[in-house]
Structures are given as C-alpha cells and as structure tokens.
T-cell receptor
Framework: DAGVIQSPRHEVTEMGQEVTLRCKPI?????LFWYRQTMMRGLELLIY????????DSGMPEDRFSAKMPNASFSTLKIQPSEPRDSAVYFCASSPGQVTNYGYTFGSGTRLTVV | RKEVEQDPGPFNVPEGATVAFNCTYS??????FFWYRQDCRKEPKLLMS???SGNEDGRFTAQLNRASQYISLLIRDSKLSDSATYLC????????????FGKGTKLSVIP
C-alpha cells in the first residue's frame, strides 16, 4: 500500500499565481480530507469529500480556494490567486469510512510558500 | 473556548522519565478520541485511540474522562525517539468524520 500520495512536496510561487495541489488517496478509502497547518492555527480542516462528493467546505477560507475530486483516486486543491498568507503545509488525508477507531492516514504534505 | 486545548509545552525530559500530557475538549457530545504523533516536518500519524475504559500500548497509556471532558497520554520510560509533537484529536459528534486537532504538545527527550 503506497499510502496517501501528495504532490508537489514543495511549492514556491509568487503572489497572484495559481497553485494546484494534488492528492491520491488510499485505494478503497471513501473519505478524503484537505487540511492546512500553520504555527499560529495548527491543523485546520478545509474541506472533505465522501465518495467524491464535497460534504463540508465551511473551512475553505475564501473564494480563492477551490477543491475537486473528479474520481475516487484523485483530488485537487487550487488557490487562485495565491497570497503570502496562504503559506502553510497542506495535508491530504483519507479514511475507509467510520473512523471510530482508525482515524485518518495523512499524506506527506505540500509545503507552500507564496512570496 | 477552543474545541480542543492542549498545553503547547515544550516538555523537556530526560531519558527514562515518565511524562504526561493533558487535553480538554469543549463539545460534550464528542464520540471518538485519538492521540496523533507528528515528527518535525512530517505528517501526523495515529499513535493510539482513546477508549472510555482507558487503554495501554506498551509504554503509552491513554485515558478519557468524559465527565471532565479531559484526555490524557502517559509515556513511561521515555526514549530519545519519543521526541515529537503529540496532537490530541477529537471527533465532535456521531456521524461527523471531521477530526478536530489540538495544536499539539512538543516533547523533547534529552540524553
């Protein structure tokens, strides 16, 4: 099992540019989550999907952020236009369903720096 | 009040020491509880679930006090490899799949 795969691992971009983060969940996992981690705010849930359908996007900070899951094996998080305050580590996680005992499996994250 | 609160530390302890971390949560309807571990510049990884009756996994013991809305993690005989940030995690309510994370407690085990 390859685990949750995220790309790129690091991204440095200029303010105003579009940024696309990618995630491949573990095969068979019905839930996919996007989190953002900063020193100030810790880990924050941005959005999550169940069977490719967005369930709760209340954590998405602004209209500049959008997420899609076109199929069970791929999701993207897009920021357009990017701003310096978007600099953070973005994690994707997946779970097989009822997470009463197993929690989530996280990808290695994308470290985004907007200059 | 934040949903999940932890002492940020850092806790600096010598090898072999016993150390305890505490966590409080605000939603009394919370159903599931976990401790995650996060190494520097790595992703969070599940350390253990926390059960109402308390549970132990080797040197690690987790306890839950629903009345006080309090979770604890005890590490005995600390190893250098235990140095990490420990995240208290709560699922807010039945049917919710949103793990809510505390900001973490940093542990440094010193030789």
């Amino acid at each position: 099992d390859a685990g949750v795969i995220q790309s790129p691992r690091h991204e440095v971009t200029e303010m105003g540019q579009e940024v696309t983060l990618r995630c491949k969940p573990i095969s068979g996992h019905d839930y996919l989550f996007w989190y953002r981690q900063t020193m100030m705010r810790g880990l924050e849930l941005l959005i999550y999907f169940n069977n490719n359908v967005p369930i709760d996007d209340s954590g998405m900070p602004e209209d500049r952020f959008s997420a899609k899951m076109p199929n069970a094996s791929f999701s993207t998080l897009k920021i357009q236009p990017s701003e310096p305050r978007d600099s953070a580590v973005y994690f994707c996680a997946s779970s097989p369903g009822q997470v009463t005992n197993y929690g989530y499996t996280f990808g290695s994250g994308t470290r985004l720096t907007v200059v | 009040r934040k949903e999940v609160e932890q002492d940020p530390g850092p806790f600096n302890v010598p090898e072999g020491a016993t150390v305890a971390f505490n966590c409080t949560y605000s939603n009394s309807a919370s159903q599931s509880f976990f401790w995650y571990r996060q190494d520097c510049r790595k992703e969070p990884k599940l350390l253990m679930s926390v059960y109402s009756s308390g549970n132990e996994d080797g040197r690690f013991t987790a306890q839950l006090n629903r009345a006080s809305q309090y979770i604890s993690l005890l590490i005995r005989d600390s190893k250098l490899s235990d140095s990490a940030t420990y995240l208290c995690v709560v699922i807010p309510g039945a049917g919710s799949y949103q793990l809510t994370f505390g900001k973490g407690t940093k542990l440094s085990v010193i030789p």
